[in-house]
């Protein structure tokens, strides 16, 4: 079945920090993928996705590159600021095996910390 | 616009209760999705649900069960509660089946006692 691999937490980085979040799937077929943020206490917000083979999804200075020939979606910021603290998820999206509806697949999530 | 709006936003429950929970998708999706995540893990899909029927099913015993309404809006239900079904519940609304971006409510954190 689909599955996403995302690198494990804490992470924890100073103010201006290069931040890199590793995100790696399965899936059959040709999934949408995404990253989602939760902030303490909430639920979860679209940050960007990427729909197709070498697609660049970005917002808010966070991107990320669709990599088909290695299955992989990392995550990327030049510089981190404190209120990008929170978890990130990966997520990929992919018709289920009927054909009939899309379900979201999760990674574990990294939880980052940005230090003043 | 309103984004997904959940009821209520707490809830404690002790074992073998029953529990509803509500969610209201974006005006104009007609898909709703729900997750349940625990703590310190992914979100896990639970159903999916679209035009009043159901779409899609996660790996959840029967215990759990849900519903959609003419306006779209959604209950999952809850029986026998074990304390393992302590989690945060996640309601996702997309435009149609066919879409594949999906956007989450605030939740309803569950707790079993």
């Known amino acids: 079945g689909d599955s996403v691999t995302q690198m494990e937490g804490p992470v924890t980085l100073s103010e201006e920090a290069f931040l890199t979040i590793n995100c790696t799937y399965t899936?059959?077929?040709?999934?949408?993928l995404f990253w989602y943020v939760q902030y303490p206490g909430e639920g979860l917000q679209l940050l960007l996705k990427?729909?197709?083979?070498?697609d660049k999804g970005s917002n808010k200075g966070f991107e990320a590159t669709y990599r088909k020939e290695t299955t992989s979606f990392h995550l990327e910021k030049g510089s981190v600021q404190v209120s990008d603290s929170a978890v990130y998820f990966c997520?990929?999206?992919?018709?289920?095996?009927?054909?009939?509806?899309?379900?979201?697949?999760f990674g574990k999530g990294t939880l980052l910390t940005v230090n003043p | 616009d309103a984004g997904v709006t959940q009821s209520p936003t707490h809830l404690i429950k002790t074992r073998g209760q029953h529990v509803t929970l509500r969610c209201s998708p974006i005006?104009?999706?007609?898909?709703v999705s729900w997750y349940q995540q625990v703590l310190g893990q992914g979100p896990q899909f639970i159903f999916q649900?679209?035009?009043?029927?159901?779409?899609g099913r996660g790996n959840f015993p029967d215990r759990f069960s849900a519903r959609q309404f003419p306006n779209y809006s959604s209950e999952l239900n809850v029986n026998a509660l074990l304390l393992g079904d302590s989690a945060l519940y996640l309601c996702?609304?997309?435009?149609?089946?066919?879409?594949?971006?999906?956007?989450f409510g605030p939740g309803t954190r569950l707790t079993v006692l």
């Open positions: 996702a609304s997309s435009l149609e089946i066919s879409t594949d971006t999906q956007y």
């Open positions: 899936a059959t077929g040709y999934p949408s």
């Open positions: 990427a729909t197709k083979a070498d």
């Open positions: 997520a990929l999206s992919a018709l289920n095996s009927g054909g009939s509806n899309y379900k979201l697949t």
């Open positions: 005006s104009g999706h007609k898909s």
């Open positions: 649900y679209y035009e009043k029927e159901e779409r």
